[in-house]
């Protein structure tokens, strides 16, 4: 009888132990796991700077377009069909605009998908435009509409001379010229970052290389135009 005691409390002790064992483990499991979801960066943000001796613009005299192609493949910007998509700040709102082919019909038409004046913001100092948007969020227009995980970017400032984007100012090389800026083109992974080979100079771009227009006259204010640099980040 005296065994039989003995070996049930033995019992009872080596269960007990493994109890704590394996709630020990779970718990060490769950502290190293933990900094890794935290460290997670989901924030994706376009940073546009201009020229130290302009601003930017109040929406008097043109846009600013950040351009996306959800295809990672090289963007032309004087021509749309190497975007897809592109997020436009006008002077007051910032708005997501998505190409959308005319089916059955040739051709497509931009969309404007909606408003982004909760992901975008101008800087204190007047200097800088800023877009972030939380890659985790599945509802917002970023992961709506670029999809798969890589993705490319460019940028292009314009006169508004066009309801939906004027003839180009500034984008990013080195300008006046703009033709062959594909050269420019920012490939970006959703989870890694930018990808390699960067374009040349970046995040930096010349100053004073703006294309300036005839018809815009001489008191048009082309620095607030004139792209100093575009940063694209993971937070």
């Not at 020990?24 to 499991?29: D, L, N, P, V």
């Not at 227009?141 to 995980?149: G, R, V």
């Not at 227009?213 to 940063?231: A, H, R, V, W």
Request: charge should be negative.
């Amino acid at each position: 009888m005296r065994n039989t005691i003995r070996f049930g409390n033995i019992l009872k002790f080596a269960v007990s132990c493994i109890i704590l064992i394996l709630f020990t483990a779970m718990s060490f499991a769950g502290c190293a796991s933990g900094p890794t979801e935290k460290g997670n960066k989901t924030m994706l943000t376009f940073t546009v700077k201009v020229n130290e001796r302009g601003e930017i613009d109040d929406g008097e005299h043109g846009y600013y377009a950040i351009l996306l192609n959800g295809f990672s493949e090289d963007i032309e910007v004087t021509n749309y069909e190497t975007f897809t998509d592109f997020i436009r700040y006008d002077g007051f709102n910032f708005t997501w605009y998505h190409r959308q082919g005319n089916v059955p019909s040739p051709g497509y038409t931009w969309v404007d998908a909606g408003n982004m004046n909760s992901e975008g913001l101008v800087s204190g100092d007047g200097k800088s435009i800023v877009v972030r948007m939380n890659l985790s969020d599945s509802t917002n227009l970023f992961n709506q509409y670029i999809e798969s995980k890589r993705f490319t970017v460019h940028l292009v400032t314009t006169d508004k001379d066009s309801a939906l984007l004027g003839s180009t100012i500034d984008t990013l090389g080195q300008g006046p010229a703009i033709d062959g800026n594909a050269l420019y083109t920012i490939f970006f992974d959703k989870t890694t970052g930018i990808l390699t080979p960067q374009p040349p100079s970046y995040p930096s771009d010349p100053l004073d290389d703006y294309s300036e227009k005839p018809d815009l006259g001489d008191d048009f204010p082309y620095e607030n135009f004139d792209i100093e640099s575009f940063t694209v980040e993971l937070e």
